[in-house]
C-alpha cells in the first residue's frame, strides 16, 4: 500500500472545485504535512472540532501523525489570517473489509469549515473534490467517520456499519463465559502499541465495515504520541495462549468514583483479540477488576459477545449509533469485490446526484456466493429490478442493513426485498472498532 498511499498524496487538487472557491475569492491547495503551512492547516483543525490553539510541539507530533496523508486546505488571502485554513479535509489511501474481502478505500478525516466562512460553498467543494478525486484515482469506495450523521447523505454517503456503547455494572455480573488456559499479564504502552499494531492487521479482515489501522492510530491507544495527554494514565496488558503467542491487548483507563473508591469506572480504549479465548480473557480480567463497579466501552459489536458472558443481560446498558460511512464511487468494481450469501440476479437501477455511480448494473451471484456485474439492461428478464440511490446502496453494501427496512420505510422499491436480503447479507455483523 506504500506505493498507493504515495501516488495519492502527489494527487493534484480537483479542478472543477478549484474553480468554484476561486469565484469566492478563496485558494484551494494541498499542504504538505513537513511544511510551514501545515500549521495553519492543523490549527484550523483543531479550531473546528472545538479544541483548543496547538503548540508548537504539538503542531510537530500532528505533522508526524500526518504524514502518509493528503491534506488540503482551502485560504482566504485577503483575510486578516491568509495562512489559517477556513476550510479542510483530510484522505488517504487505505482498504475496507467487505463480505468475504478486502477493497481499496479512499479514507476521509478532517472536514472542517471555519463559522466565518460558511455558505460559500467550501464543504461541498471539499468533498465533491475529494470523491472526483478518489474515484479518478480508481479507488471504487470511500470511507468516513463522521460527528454530524446529517451532512453526509448529501454526498452519497451512508451509514453501512453501526456501533455499540456498552456500560456494565460489574455488581450484577456472574461470569458465564469460558476460561481460557492463557495468561494475563500487565506490559508496557510501547509494547502494547506494538501489539495493536500486529493484532489490528491480523483480524481486520474478519469483520466488514474494518479498516486498515490509520496512520499513528495505535498511539492513540496507549499514550505513545509525544503530544499526548495523561498518556500515563493508560493500563496496558496482553493476553498469551498456552503456546506463548500474544493473541490479545487490552488498553483501558481508571477514574474513581469521586466519593467511594470501590465504586470505579474502567473506560476500555481499545480490546483486540484474535481468538474466541482471548476475547473472553481480556473481557474477564475487566469485569472483575478491583474497585471498580462499572465498565465503559465504545466502539462495540452491535452483538458484542460479551454480552452472553455476564449472567445477567440487564447488567448491561446498550445504546446504538451509527458510525462507519461509505461512498459508493465504482458500482461494478464494489459489487464484484464482495461475496454474497445466497446465488441471484438482480438489475440495479442507480441514482446519484453526482452523477458517479448512477446507470443500470445487472448483478449475478453464483451458488459460490461470487458476484459478475455488467452495465446496461441486457439479459436482465430474469433479474429481480431494485432501483435506489447510491445512498441505499451504500447502506446495504456490507451487509447489515435490511433492504426490507429500506423498503418498508421507501427509500428502495423492489418486489422482492427478502430476496435482495438473502443476497446481501453478512454472517459477521459489521462494525469499525475506531474514528479516523
Known amino acids: 500500500m506504500t506505493g498507493t498511499h504515495d501516488s495519492w498524496q502527489q494527487t493534484e487538487v480537483d479542478e472543477q472545485s478549484r474553480t468554484r472557491l476561486a469565484a469566492h475569492d478563496l485558494s484551494y491547495r494541498t499542504v504538505a504535512a513537513d511544511s510551514d503551512a501545515f500549521a495553519g492547516w492543523i490549527q484550523a483543525v483543531a479550531r473546528g472540532f472545538q479544541d483548543g490553539e496547538r503548540s508548537a510541539e504539538q503542531v510537530a507530533a500532528a505533522g508526524t501523525r500526518n504524514a502518509g496523508r493528503r491534506l488540503t486546505g482551502v485560504f482566504d488571502e485577503s483575510g486578516p489570517s491568509p495562512d489559517l485554513a477556513v476550510g479542510t479535509i483530510a484522505s488517504w489511501a487505505s482498504e475496507l473489509t467487505v463480505p468475504g474481502a478486502t477493497v481499496a478505500a479512499g479514507a476521509i478525516s478532517a472536514v472542517t469549515v471555519a463559522q466565518t466562512h460558511r455558505r460559500r460553498g467550501i464543504a461541498r467543494a471539499l468533498l465533491e473534490g475529494e470523491l472526483r478525486s478518489i474515484a479518478a484515482a480508481g479507488m471504487p469506495l470511500a470511507m468516513l467517520t463522521v460527528t454530524e450523521s446529517t451532512l453526509y447523505g448529501r454526498y452519497g454517503f451512508a451509514s453501512a456499519a453501526d456501533a455499540a456503547i456498552i456500560d456494565i455494572d460489574t455488581r450484577r455480573v456472574r461470569w458465564s463465559g469460558p476460561t481460557p488456559s492463557g495468561r494475563i499479564d500487565f506490559v508496557g504502552r510501547e509494547t502494547a502499541r506494538d ?175 461470487v458476484a459478475s456485474v455488467t452495465t446496461g439492461s441486457s439479459d436482465a428478464a430474469a433479474a429481480t429490478t431494485l432501483e435506489l440511490s447510491v445512498v441505499e446502496l451504500a447502506a446495504l453494501y456490507l451487509g447489515g442493513v435490511s433492504p426490507v427496512a429500506l423498503a418498508r420505510a421507501g427509500r428502495i422499491t423492489c418486489a422482492d426485498p427478502e430476496a435482495i436480503g438473502r443476497m446481501f447479507r453478512s454472517p459477521v455483523t459489521p462494525r469499525l472498532g475506531l474514528w479516523y
Open 195 to 369: 501489539a495493536v499494531v500486529d493484532l489490528h492487521e491480523r483480524t481486520r479482515g474478519r469483520t466488514p465495515g474494518d479498516v486498515a489501522l490509520p496512520p499513528g492510530h495505535a498511539d492513540r491507544y496507549t499514550g505513545t504520541d509525544p503530544d499526548a495527554k495523561d498518556g500515563g494514565n493508560i493500563r496496558c496488558v496482553q493476553y498469551r495462549d498456552a503456546e506463548g503467542v500474544v493473541r490479545g491487548v487490552l488498553t483501558y483507563t481508571l477514574t474513581p468514583h469521586e466519593r467511594d473508591i470501590v465504586h470505579g469506572t474502567a473506560k476500555v480504549t481499545i480490546l483486540l483479540a484474535e481468538t474466541d479465548e482471548a476475547y473472553a480473557a481480556l473481557w474477564r480480567f475487566l469485569l472483575e477488576l478491583d474497585l471498580v463497579a462499572h465498565v465503559h466501552a465504545e466502539l462495540c459489536s452491535t452483538d458484542e459477545p460479551v454480552l452472553w458472558m455476564i449472567g445477567d443481560r440487564r447488567a448491561a446498558a446498550v445504546s446504538v449509533f451509527d458510525h462507519q460511512y461509505v461512498r459508493v464511487l465504482d458500482v461494478p468494481t464494489a459489487l464484484a469485490a464482495r461475496r454474497y450469501s445466497a446465488a441471484g440476479t438482480v438489475m440495479l437501477r442507480v441514482s446519484d446526484p453526482l452523477g458517479l455511480a448512477a446507470g443500470e448494473y445487472l448483478l449475478t451471484v453464483d451458488d459460490a456466493g
